[in-house]
């Protein structure tokens, strides 16, 4: 079983990939920093923004989930 996220993370994620998707890569760190100059939020939300971000970067699939999500 996976880790369920919360809706408002799905969204966040969707929003945020949909603009700056070359931004981002597979290491948390770099993730972390480049959430931390787009937005400004809570250190937890920023932390699992990055998390799934970085997730979906190793499995190779940020533009799958960008377009799973474009219609919805």
Do not use: C, P, W
Not at 16 to 41: Q, V
């Amino acid at each position: 079983m996976g880790r369920i996220r919360g809706k408002t993370i799905r969204q966040t994620v969707i929003e945020i990939l949909r603009t700056h998707k070359d931004s981002f890569n597979d290491n948390f760190e770099s993730n972390k920093k480049i959430l931390s100059d787009l937005i400004i939020t809570e250190k937890a939300i920023r932390n699992k923004i990055a998390g799934y971000i970085t997730k979906l970067a190793k499995e190779k699939k940020i533009e799958e989930f960008i377009i799973e999500h474009s219609t919805k």
